[in-house]
Every structure is written in structure tokens, then in C-alpha cells.
Antibody, heavy 118, light 108 residues
Framework: QVQLQESGPGLVKPSETLSLTCTVS????????WSWIRQPAGKGLEWIGR???????NYNPSLKSRVTMSVDTSKNQFSLNLSSVSAADTAVYYC????????????WGQGTLVTVSS | ETVLTQSPGTLSLSPGERVTLSCRAS???????LDWYQQKPGQAPRLLIY???SRATGIPDRFSGSGSGTDFTLTISRLEPEDFAVYYC?????????FGQGTKLEIK
């Protein structure tokens, strides 16, 4: 059974960089699209971006200037960096998997709350 | 970007009732690229329907999806207690992929 687990600091200061890692177990990280999605408290879902293990990436234009995603296939992990954060970036951050050429998210992490505050 | 508008925002219903949720897109979306998710409090979303009408693995047949173009629906034929949750539609035909704002089903 594939499992995803997000990890990273729960508190980030304004203007700093939010860094999260998603560890994939029970399956290979290869040959899938891996996305980050976030959800502010009481609000809807926002897709941040995705990458494929070949190295190709797609980012939401609203966040593109601040987002970087990367992968460590040896550890079955992928990461999100979001720079210059503000209170508006406070949210639960999810990692999720989709099959190639789809965005049907069939596996999700449990989510991790990141609060931006000084 | 493609805006997905879900209606109604909240529905109060009783177990056993039938319900239809609406998702309207600001521009045409291929039915192949329209999904529905269920989210319960404190949990990640769960894929219910992909390609507008195909049930994901393990999803009961009381859930069905339909639609094309700009209008899509999710129907639950007989509400079970575990179905009270928030439902989101999502499209990935037009970049960036987007989600609707959600419809909350609450117990009456």
C-alpha cells in the first residue's frame, strides 16, 4: 500500500523559505507525477505545482516565482520550497500522487500544517 | 484560469436521501479531466470520481458522476452517515488545474 508522509517545520517566519519533504513508501517514486496542494483553514484546495521524476515541472502561475520542487529518488522523497512567505501562505500542505498524463490524485499524504508568523 | 463554481455551498439532508451536487466551469472542460473528491474533517481529500463518470477504486456505486462541457454533477443515490463531508470538483484540462470551492453536506 502506497503511503505519503509530509514533514517539515510547522512554523516559518515571514519572508523566509518554507521547506517541506514528502516521503513515499510502499511504492516507487518513479513514473508518476507528484504534486503539492495546500488548503488554508476552512477554505478550499489550491494546486501549487507538480513534477515528474524525469525532471519536468509545472507550477501554478500564481506561485511560480516563489516555488521550487525537487526529488531525491534514492530516498523516495520529493520536496517543496516556497520562498518569501507571508501569512497568506499559512495552510495545510498536502503531497499527492497522480498517474502519468493525469491529475487524478489517487494517493495523498495526511497533510502538515504550516503557520507563517513571527 | 478555469474557475469552478460549486453549488450549493451547503446542503442539509438526512440519511437515505438522494442528492445532486453541481460544478460549473468558467470555460469548457473535457470530461476526461474532471474529478470529484470527498474530504472529511481532519483528513486528506479522497478521489471519488475521475473522468467525470468513472468511480475510483473502492468507491460504492451509490456515487455517480456525469456532465460535459461546463456543467458537471455528482449524485449520491442514498446518503449514508459516512457521506456527510465536503465535496470538491477539480479540472486539469486547462492549466493551471483548479478546484471548486466545495459543497458541504451536513446532517439535517
Amino acid at each position: 500500500q502506497v503511503q505519503l508522509q509530509e514533514s517539515g517545520p510547522g512554523l516559518v517566519k515571514p519572508s523566509e523559505t518554507l521547506s517541506l519533504t514528502c516521503t513515499v513508501s510502499g511504492g516507487s517514486i518513479s513514473n508518476y507525477y507528484w504534486s503539492w496542494i495546500r488548503q488554508p483553514a476552512g477554505k478550499g484546495l489550491e494546486w501549487i505545482g507538480r513534477f515528474y521524476t524525469s525532471g519536468s515541472t509545472n507550477y501554478n502561475p500564481s506561485l511560480k516565482s516563489r516555488v521550487t520542487m525537487s526529488v531525491d529518488t534514492s530516498k523516495n522523497q520529493f520536496s517543496l520550497n516556497l520562498s518569501s512567505v507571508s501569512a497568506a501562505d499559512t495552510a495545510v500542505y498536502y503531497c499527492a500522487r497522480a498517474a502519468v498524463n493525469t491529475a487524478d490524485f489517487d494517493y495523498w499524504g495526511q497533510g502538515t500544517l504550516v503557520t507563517v508568523s513571527s | 484560469e478555469t474557475v469552478l463554481t460549486q453549488s450549493p455551498g451547503t446542503l442539509s439532508l438526512s440519511p437515505g436521501e438522494r442528492v445532486t451536487l453541481s460544478c460549473r466551469a468558467s470555460q469548457s472542460v473535457s470530461s476526461s479531466y474532471l474529478d470529484w473528491y470527498q474530504q472529511k474533517p481532519g483528513q486528506a481529500p479522497r478521489l471519488l470520481i475521475y473522468g467525470a463518470s468513472s468511480r475510483a477504486t473502492g468507491i460504492p456505486d451509490r456515487f455517480s458522476g456525469s456532465g460535459s462541457g461546463t456543467d458537471f454533477t455528482l449524485t449520491i443515490s442514498r446518503l449514508e452517515p459516512e457521506d456527510f463531508a465536503v465535496y470538491y470538483c477539480q479540472q486539469y484540462d486547462n492549466s493551471p488545474q483548479t478546484f471548486g470551492q466545495g459543497t458541504k453536506l451536513e446532517i439535517k
